[in-house]
């Protein structure tokens, strides 16, 4: 990309110009390519997630080392707590991959930004004989004055005669039948705006000719009664534009990212234990000694004893808690899986979240409403538009600067490159903030799946899903999602990605003298919105918090201990049979073993076994 960029486009202080034309087909090229970009940055960042994880999955000996201090660890899910119980350089690669992500969410949907041409335009006051009369006409006769409006100022070319204005004129004569005429009140409409992107040269025609000062400073002059024709030469463009240094940042950390998953797949010795079958198949190949005992446990019973684990003596209570009330133990909701302390911090920072962006909403209607008489819904998705910018004279969100006010301009930043780059991370923010809501709803839903599937092994004998299958072993999903879920999570995450580039974004005003020619390319650079995407975004990720709790009010299929992905809680369900030492690689199934099989406890002895179990509700066996 950043070659293609660099041989196609025009560069002016640093800004790359890929096309210029129609507003409506620049609009339509800047929206295709940000659906390429977020389409592309949600595979990396897919990727760069799964990486994570991976470094963060613990193996067996760092199970084995935090069980002998009683501390457990998370198998299956992100995690940061397991990122303390590893080997050093896990934590440095995972911090690595952390921070690469950083520049992808902050600039990478503004490599494309369109920007609104906002023109310098010459004015000249003229008889009305210049307007209708074709023959030669002298013109110092005929034009007294002429001048030119730049952003802010109105300064003085010309006074009646001279060469320079005689040519002036001569050229304004001959271009007349481009001009359109406007009566009074559309002049004012068409002048009076912040940034002028579709008109440019202007010609006041008036019955007499004795204008003063103040009648030509500022726009006075619009309403004055001598005023009774505007004619104007325009040519409406925007131009869409290309940042190759941001292109080179994300560019450089892409690298980093490719060359430590390289490494990942094909470097690391030992392999992690990725998903719960991963664990269940390490405990029952060599079970844990320090879990060997206690019984049955939840996640709950685990974070409950964890100061006194991993001396057994006071787990037994657990166990026999379990054994004698198995019938009265209700079928836990999947939500339970998840701690009430990750369900509120979720919760909360998706509402607070959700708070901010309809506060913004709010603000960014109440400005459109005030500067214009268009519906807020009719700006489209992601069209820079004068009156939809974050700073200005008409009243929007930010306003206050006089003329060309903007964000960048508190700073004196100088150099429109570093001006647009400046902008480019305030503009980018809520990519950030969705981002790290999305991993945390994301992380819910990990865990309540998990849970799903160690449910699922109490109700009917399966193979196990592992990372690496043997025998009669499953491969597993993508992590510890089914594809039916993890796929429409990732495009979900794609298209919010997208609805948030065309909601909030890098809004460029390029000024252009009265001839056409680019004089600035960054004259203005600030946030532009978009009202109709914000809804839209807004609504979509409320829904999908509501989907997840509404799944999570959905119950297990039997009343197995929630071990969610506590390494403690799974070890613990995983003693087995004594003398049966391949069932991993079978169809197994948990439950009360035969009392035949119990020689360490009195009463039932529960665990994964490929043989028979009795009913968890004691109404006979399951099947071999």
Same mark, same amino acid.
Not at 380 to 405: H, P, T
């Given at each position: 990309?950043?070659?293609?960029?660099?041989?196609?486009?025009?560069?002016?202080?640093?800004?790359?110009?890929?096309?210029?034309?129609?507003?409506?087909?620049?609009?339509?090229?800047?929206?295709?390519?940000?659906?390429?970009?977020?389409?592309?940055?949600?595979?990396?960042?897919?990727?760069?997630?799964?990486?994570?994880?991976?470094?963060?999955?613990?193996?067996?000996?760092?199970?084995?080392?935090?069980?002998?201090?009683?501390?457990?660890?998370?198998?299956?899910?992100?995690?940061?707590?397991?990122?303390?119980?590893?080997?050093?350089?896990?934590?440095?690669?995972?911090?690595?991959?952390?921070?690469?992500?950083l520049p992808i969410y902050l600039l990478y949907n503004s490599v494309f930004y369109m920007s609104l041409?906002?023109?310098?335009?010459?004015?000249?006051?003229?008889?009305?004989?210049?307007?209708?009369?074709?023959?030669?006409?002298?013109?110092?006769?005929?034009?007294?004055?002429?001048?030119?409006?730049?952003?802010?100022?109105?300064?003085?070319?010309?006074?009646?005669?001279?060469?320079?204005?005689?040519?002036?004129?001569?050229?304004?004569?001959?271009?007349?039948?481009?001009?359109?005429?406007?009566?009074?009140?559309?002049?004012?409409?068409?002048?009076?705006?912040?940034?002028?992107?579709?008109?440019?040269?202007?010609?006041?025609?008036?019955?007499?000719?004795?204008?003063?000062?103040?009648?030509?400073?500022?726009?006075?002059?619009?309403?004055?009664?001598?005023?009774?024709?505007?004619?104007?030469?325009?040519?409406?463009?925007?131009?869409?534009?290309?940042?190759?240094?941001?292109?080179?940042?994300?560019?450089?950390?892409?690298?980093?990212?490719?060359?430590?998953?390289?490494?990942?797949?094909?470097?690391?010795?030992?392999?992690?234990?990725?998903?719960?079958?991963?664990?269940?198949?390490?405990?029952?190949?060599?079970?844990?000694?320090?879990?060997?005992?206690?019984?049955?446990?939840?996640?709950?019973?685990?974070?409950?004893?964890?100061?006194?684990?991993?001396?057994?003596?006071?787990?037994?209570?657990?166990?026999?808690?379990?054994?004698?009330?198995?019938?009265?133990?209700?079928?836990?909701?999947?939500?339970?899986?998840?701690?009430?302390?990750?369900?509120?911090?979720?919760?909360?920072?998706?509402?607070?979240?959700?708070?901010?962006?309809?506060?913004?909403?709010?603000?960014?209607?109440?400005?459109?409403?005030?500067?214009?008489?268009?519906?807020?819904?009719?700006?489209?998705?992601?069209?820079?538009?004068?009156? /939809?910018?974050? @700073?200005?004279?008409?009243?929007?969100?930010?306003?206050?600067?006089?003329?060309? #006010? %903007?964000?960048?301009? +508190? *700073?004196?930043?100088?150099?429109?490159?570093?001006?647009?780059?400046?902008?480019?991370?305030?503009?980018?923010?809520?990519?950030?903030?969705?981002?790290?809501?999305?991993?945390?709803?994301?992380?819910?839903?990990?865990?309540?799946?998990?849970?799903?599937?160690?449910?699922?092994?109490?109700?009917?004998?399966?193979?196990?899903?592992?990372?690496?299958?043997?025998?009669?072993?499953?491969?597993?999903?993508?992590?510890?999602?089914?594809?039916?879920?993890?796929?429409?999570?990732?495009?979900?995450?794609?298209?919010?990605?997208?609805?948030?580039?065309?909601?909030?974004?890098?809004?460029?005003?390029?000024?252009?003298?009265?001839?056409?020619?680019?004089?600035?390319? /960054?004259?203005? @650079?600030?946030?532009?919105?978009?009202?109709?995407?914000?809804?839209?975004?807004? #609504? %979509?990720?409320?829904? +999908? *918090?509501?989907?997840?709790?509404?799944?999570?009010?959905?119950?297990?299929?039997?009343?197995?201990?929630?071990?969610?992905?506590?390494?403690?809680?799974?070890?613990?369900?995983?003693?087995?049979?004594?003398?049966?030492?391949?069932?991993?690689?079978?169809?197994?199934?948990?439950?009360?073993?035969?009392?035949?099989?119990?020689?360490?406890?009195?009463?039932?002895?529960?665990?994964?076994?490929?043989?028979?179990?009795?009913?968890?509700?004691?109404?006979?066996?399951?099947?071999?």
């Amino acid at each position: 990309m950043a070659v293609w960029i660099h041989n196609s486009a025009e560069f002016l202080s640093g800004i790359g110009i890929l096309f210029r034309g129609e507003c409506d087909k620049v609009s339509q090229y800047n929206m295709w390519a940000h659906i390429g970009i977020n389409a592309i940055s949600t595979l990396l960042l897919s990727a760069s997630n799964y990486a994570m994880q991976c470094f963060a999955a613990p193996t067996r000996a760092d199970i084995d080392r935090a069980h002998q201090v009683g501390k457990w660890l998370d198998i299956g899910v992100p995690s940061l707590r397991n990122l303390r119980h590893i080997p050093k350089w896990k934590p440095l690669l995972w911090w690595m991959l952390a921070l690469s992500s950083l520049p992808i969410y902050l600039l990478y949907n503004s490599v494309f930004y369109m920007s609104l041409s906002s023109n310098d335009y010459n004015v000249y006051f003229a008889a009305e004989q210049f307007i209708q009369d074709a023959g030669s006409i002298p013109p110092a006769e005929i034009v007294v004055e002429a001048g030119q409006f730049e952003m802010g100022k109105f300064d003085f070319l010309y006074s009646s005669g001279g060469e320079a204005m005689t040519a002036h004129i001569r050229e304004l004569k001959n271009d007349l039948a481009s001009f359109e005429k406007l009566d009074n009140a559309q002049c004012m409409r068409a002048y009076t705006k912040e940034y002028l992107d579709d008109r440019r040269t202007l010609i006041l025609a008036s019955n007499a000719l004795e204008i003063n000062a103040t009648t030509v400073h500022g726009f006075q002059y619009f309403t004055h009664e001598a005023v009774d024709a505007s004619k104007n030469v325009y040519l409406p463009y925007d131009c869409l534009n290309a940042s190759l240094s941001i292109v080179a940042v994300v560019a450089v950390c892409n690298t980093i990212k490719l060359i430590i998953m390289v490494w990942l797949a094909f470097g690391m010795r030992h392999a992690p234990i990725m998903t719960v079958g991963d664990a269940i198949t390490s405990f029952l190949r060599k079970p844990d000694e320090t879990t060997d005992g206690i019984g049955p446990l939840s996640y709950a019973d685990v974070t409950d004893i964890v100061r006194l684990w991993p001396h057994h003596a006071v787990q037994s209570d657990k166990a026999t808690d379990f054994q004698t009330s198995t019938t009265n133990h209700e079928k836990k909701s999947w939500l339970s899986a998840a701690s009430d302390a990750r369900v509120t911090w979720t919760v909360t920072c998706v509402f607070l979240s959700a708070v901010v962006a309809g506060s913004f909403l709010g603000l960014a209607i109440g400005a459109i409403q005030t500067a214009s008489e268009r519906s807020p819904f009719s700006f489209g998705f992601g069209k820079v538009n004068g009156i /939809a910018l974050a @700073s200005g004279q008409s009243g929007n969100i930010g306003g206050g600067a006089e003329s060309a #006010g %903007t964000i960048t301009s +508190l *700073l004196k930043i100088n150099d429109p490159k570093t001006r647009v780059l400046g902008t480019v991370v305030l503009a980018n923010l809520p990519q950030l903030i969705f981002s790290l809501n999305y991993f945390l709803m994301n992380a819910l839903v990990t865990i309540v799946y998990l849970a799903k599937e160690w449910n699922s092994y109490s109700v009917r004998r399966k193979p196990l899903r592992v990372s690496s299958p043997q025998g009669v072993q499953r491969s597993t999903y993508f992590l510890s999602l089914p594809y039916r879920v993890a796929i429409p999570l990732m495009i979900v995450s794609g298209v919010m990605h997208w609805l948030i580039s065309q909601s909030v974004f890098l809004a460029v005003v390029a000024r252009y003298d009265p001839y056409g020619n680019l004089g600035d390319p /960054a004259q203005v @650079s600030t946030l532009g919105f978009s009202p109709l995407p914000m809804v839209i975004t807004l #609504g %979509t990720g409320i829904l +999908l *918090l509501l989907s997840i709790l509404t799944l999570g009010l959905w119950r297990f299929r039997s009343v197995m201990p929630v071990a969610s992905s506590c390494s403690a809680a799974i070890a613990a369900a995983c003693h087995g049979p004594t003398g049966e030492t391949d069932a991993f690689l079978k169809p197994v199934i948990w439950g009360p073993l035969p009392s035949s099989n119990s020689d360490s406890m009195a009463g039932n002895h529960y665990g994964f076994t490929s043989g028979a179990v009795k009913s968890l509700q004691g109404e006979g066996r399951h099947k071999k």
